[in-house]
Each structure stands twice: as C-alpha cells, then as structure tokens.
C-alpha cells in the first residue's frame, strides 16, 4: 500500500520529503537524533524523549515489531518519529505487533526518508533545533507556512516537563527476594528498568511524584534516596534542588542519573547548559576520572552539568569532584561528594536498551547505604 507523502521542516527552514510512518497528521518538537543500532521500543517509551522527534541513525527499524516486556513506560512519550526504512515484517518470538501500528494506535506522527544520515549530519553542524513532521493532508501546506509554524513552537531550553511524565501518584516496587533496604525514589520521568535493578538487589523502591518535598522524602525513612531520569531543562527545577538540598542536609545516601545528575549539580551551586546536539544512544565512552576505566554507556540528555574537572572543588556539603567524563566531547558525566554519600552519573545505568557496563554504580549505591546502617 503507497503511503501519504510526508515532511520534515526544521527550525533553519532545511526540509526533508518522504512518506508517512505511524499516525498521520502533524507533530512538533526537539528534532534530535539517536545512535543506538538496537533498542528502539526503549527509546520510544523513555519519559525523558518528551516533547522531542527522534530520528534513528541506524538504517532499518520495527524488524522486531514490539513487545510487551520491553516498553519502560506505559506509553510511547516521543514527539515524533523518523526513520530510514522501516520494516515491512516484523519478526520475533516475543513481539505481539509491529512498530507501525503501535505508532498509528498511540498517534504518534512519524515519517520515513532516504536522508537520516544528512539529517544527522546537519543537526551535528547546527544543533538540535525545533521541527515539525508533517503528513497526509497536513502535508499540502505551503512550507514557509509550516516553517513559521514550526518556529512558533515551543523550545527546549526552559521547558519544565518533568511533572508532565511523572506518576501522580506514589507507588511501591518490592524488593526481589529478601528485602534489604528501602528507597525513595522520585520520579522525574523514571524508566521502568530502573527501579527493577534496585528490586534485584533487595530493595524496596518507593516511586514519588516530581512535586514531592524533602519533607516528603524523608517520612518514609528511607535508607537511601534516587533522583531518576526526565525531560526538560534542569534550569527550571528550582523545586526538585530544594526538595535534594533537604536530603543532603539530612545525610541520606543519595543516588541520581540523568536528569537526577543536573539537579545534584544544582544542589551543590553548579551550573547547567544546553548541549550542541546532546547524547542519545548506546554506545557513549565515559571515563572514571578516578580510576581511569573506559565504560561504553547508554544516554539520552541534551543537557550537562557545568563542573571545574581540574580537581576537588568546594560545596555547601563538603567537597565534590568530576567523577566521569564523556570522552567525545569532555562534558561532565558523573559527580560525588567527599565528604557525604551521595554521587551522580549522567548516564543510564539500568541498560535498557544498553550495555552493561555500568550496572555497578546499582550496587556503588547498596554499598552507601549499608555504610549509613
């Protein structure tokens, strides 16, 4: 069956024509791209991709169709989807669909296009800029009118999105097997993967909404405290880093990634920028300052935390220092504290998708916690 034709206009005024892939219709958002070759049913669920068109580096995607196992949230969350060739069958032992119709039942627009690599390209040169996918009838517009559309789009830099994603309501995960410790865990956009690595390691993991107070926190009595992953600017947390500041003042162990690394770098009076065009993919270098360790690590951020990586440096909890460095572009990926138990990483540790090179930092924060029993 032919498909509607469809485009992509980006904020600079490049386009890119194609067909339509997923629901028809318009979307707009952050136009950014991921290099993972596998993975992409987490990467479509991952709350952190709000408000942002993902466009996927590797050539063919849907050949696995989807699953009910691998979703991290209980929706797709992207803005917008392009690929390059999407499957025409989708074929594995474990899917119940193909990628297709799960975009069309969950109106996510998509479209397909033989430039995912001039795309790539282009947003590398100029960043990530706002765009607009376009099809069906949507489509017939004249471009300098879906240009100006596009630019009358809401950016990145400044939107709070993280209690857009997060749960509502609190939840508990229980711990597999024996239980160990109890976490509070707020929910900034968590990846389901995440609080399961914890309940694999004894933990009882109780998942608070974004707008929780330290106060909050800390009438749980929880052993330790994680700040989870999620959209947006982290110049916009002012509630989340005095919700944090409250718990390092109380001494908990503390655990963050991601959007949890930023709002750590927050708490401790360090800065936060918008990245070129960020990191989103499986296959980022980082590098433990400390011991020299090269990990090949799972990311999606288009923001980092501005941290002096030159040595020690003081905090209104002690002394902190860089803890990881990405080694393609130098940013900070990870930070910890001197003189309390509490660390960062701006990476997933929860590999899904992903490899598991990081897992470790899972038992790193088990091993602060029983420190603080």
């Given at each position: ?8 206009v980006?904020?600079?005024?490049r ?22 070759m ?30 009910d196992?691998?979703p ?29 119709s ?16 001039a795309l ?15 099809s069906?009838d ?35 995960v ?43 926190i ?114 900070v ?15 997933h ?10 897992s ?14």
């Open positions: 069956m032919t498909q509607p034709p469809a485009v992509l980006l904020e600079d005024g386009t890119f024509q194609g067909v339509a892939y997923g629901a028809e219709g318009e979307t707009f958002g952050e136009m950014v791209f991921n290099t993972g596998t993975g992409y049913q987490e990467t479509l669920t991952d709350p952190s991709y709000a408000r942002q068109i993902v466009a996927m580096t590797a050539p063919h995607i849907g050949n696995t169709g989807v699953n196992e691998d991290e949230s209980s929706r797709i969350q992207v803005a917008g989807y392009v690929v390059r060739e999407p499957a025409r069958v989708a074929s594995n032992w474990r899917a119940t669909g193909s990628l297709g799960a975009l069309r039942a969950q109106g996510v627009v998509g479209i397909a296009i033989t430039g995912t690599r790539t390209r282009h947003l590398r040169d100029r960043g990530a800029m706002r765009a607009g996918i376009f069906g949507a489509a017939q517009a004249p471009v300098d009118e879906l240009l100006k559309r596009v630019q009358e789009s809401p950016q990145m830099a400044g939107a709070a999105l993280a209690e857009e994603v997060a749960t509502q309501e609190p939840y508990v229980p711990a597999i097997g024996e239980k160990r410790f109890t976490v509070a865990a707020v929910d900034l956009g968590i990846k389901g993967m995440t609080p399961h690595r914890m309940a694999e390691r004894g933990i009882e993991v109780h998942v608070l909404p974004a707008t929780v107070t330290a106060d909050d800390l009438a749980l009595g929880p052993d330790g405290v994680f700040f989870s992953n999620g959209p947006g600017d982290p110049g916009t947390a002012d509630h989340q880093v005095a919700a944090l500041r409250g718990v390092l003042d109380a001494g908990r162990p503390f655990f963050g990634i991601c959007f949890g690394n930023q709002i750590f770098g927050r708490a401790l009076g360090l800065g936060t920028y918008k990245l070129r065009f960020g990191h989103r993919g499986v296959n980022q270098p980082v590098q433990d300052v400390r011991t020299g360790k090269v990990e090949i690590s799972a990311h999606n951020h288009g923001f980092a935390v501005d941290a002096p990586k030159g040595g020690p440096f003081d905090t209104p909890y002690g002394r902190a220092e860089v803890s990881h460095v990405n080694l393609n572009d130098g940013c990926e990870g930070l910890r504290l001197l003189d309390r138990p509490a660390f960062s990483v701006q990476y540790p929860e590999a899904a998708a992903g490899p598991h090179d990081a470790g930092l899972f038992d790193q924060f088990v091993q602060i916690m029983e420190a603080g029993k």
